[in-house]
């Protein structure tokens, strides 16, 4: 491939990123309930596995920059998937031990994701189609969490759990083959001699980054405002099947496909909240999706054994299209906001703050139903948590059609 690719091209590529890396995420979690009966552990510890990630990524992360400058972007997004398809796949081992590091090893492999995509495609996306063109490619992160959400379950009953967690592996190896076609046209303009010298000092230097959130007092809000939301995101994503299993006697499999069914609503959601953002502006949509995502984090407090499942399937489709479906806004009205020229250093400063507050959120989710013995406190934290992320951004007054 010679030709510079379109922007449709680099979005479908980037779409396929997603969809793969979101294994690093949710392909433990949603296997919780079977490993957990192995190694002896609570399977509501999934949001410690959540928190791991993250940890891993807040340090490779604030990398991105540097190894974008050095190697491109295609090639920082080829050698993350490999790695977090190793790290995967290390989770074979039902020891927590080797769950912890597998977590933190699949953030280490992750961090540089998402910063390599909004490199790519802020480079080519048409300021009249921004939210959409974002909003597409982030539906990699929905489409990805609901094939594994109802396929692991599947290859799980038929084959064992390890089964399952090794065809995510591969599946994000094959990720990064897929690829290689873009490495030479997208990563043309890499600089070689480049030297990537004392990472303490890069690291150091892109945390130097977080200036921007000081200086645009709009992205310090949109920035809070994607922390609190992610949180009701992630624990929404990760301990949406536990509950099923644990708190309402649900199979694996039928817990497995609803959620499936939320995450296919966030692909629904990104699509359509990004269409409805490039007409009417950022900020209505994004302070609307908190609201709705705190009413569907309502009815999950208040489920119970004795409700239809049709009716927990609306709420976690409810969950799905509102609170798995605000990215691709916020990334592309990130990336509107950013001082020019800095729409990595930007989406790296708030990627570090949304990891900052993963390393909390889910574990105290953990905490909660460790304490009181069920989960109704934990989606009492994602109501509060999308309730005050509505109200920071509807305050964001810099946030307006773009």
Request: with cysteine; glycine share 12%; proline share 6%.
């Amino acid at each position: 491939m010679n030709a510079s690719p379109s922007v449709w091209t680099v979005m479908l590529a980037l779409l396929g990123t997603h969809l793969a890396g979101m294994g690093v995420f949710l392909a433990v979690p949603v296997l919780a309930p079977a490993i957990a009966a192995e190694a002896g552990i609570p399977a509501a510890l999934a949001g410690v596995h959540t928190a791991l990630v993250y940890a891993g990524a807040l340090v490779s992360g604030p990398l991105a920059g540097a190894f974008i400058r050095r190697f491109g972007a295609i090639r920082v997004l080829q050698a993350g998937l490999v790695f977090c398809g190793l790290a995967v796949a290390l989770a074979v081992i039902p020891h927590p031990v080797a769950l912890a590091a597998s977590a933190l090893a699949c953030g280490l492999g992750h961090g540089p994701v998402t910063p390599a995509g909004s490199h790519l495609l802020a480079q080519k996306a048409p300021p009249n189609r921004r939210a959409l063109i974002f909003s597409l490619k982030q539906c990699g992160v929905p489409a990805g969490a609901m094939l594994i959400a109802a396929v692991t379950p599947l290859i799980a009953e038929a084959y064992g759990w390890r089964a399952g967690i090794l065809s995510v592996a591969a599946f994000l190896a094959a990720s990064a083959v897929v690829l290689q076609p873009l490495r030479r046209p997208l990563d043309a303009e890499r600089d070689r001699s480049a030297a990537l010298g004392d990472l303490r000092a890069a690291w150091r230097a892109a945390l130097g980054s977080l200036s921007i959130l000081r200086e645009v007092p709009v992205l310090r809000r949109m920035t809070a405002m994607s922390a609190l939301y992610g949180i009701s995101q992630f624990c929404f994503s990760s301990f949406f099947v536990v509950f099923q299993v644990e708190a309402l006697g649900v199979p694996l499999t039928e817990a497995g496909f609803r959620l499936a069914m939320a995450q296919a609503a966030g692909v629904f959601g990104r699509v359509f909240w990004g269409l409805v953002a490039d007409r009417i502006g950022a900020g209505p949509v994004l302070t609307g999706l908190g609201v709705a995502a705190a009413a569907s984090g309502l009815a999950l407090l208040l489920a119970g054994p004795d409700w239809p499942g049709f009716i927990l399937t609306l709420a976690g489709m409810g969950m799905g299209a509102t609170a798995i479906g605000w990215n691709g806004v916020f990334l592309a009205e990130t990336a509107r906001l950013a001082p020019p020229g800095q729409v990595g250093a930007t989406t790296a400063a708030t990627g570090f703050v949304f990891g900052a507050c993963m390393l909390v959120g889910p574990p105290l989710f953990s905490v909660m139903v460790q304490a009181s013995g069920g989960y109704a406190l934990g989606f009492g934290l994602c109501v509060v948590t999308a309730l005050v992320g509505a109200a920071l951004v509807r305050g964001a007054g810099g946030v307006a059609r773009a």
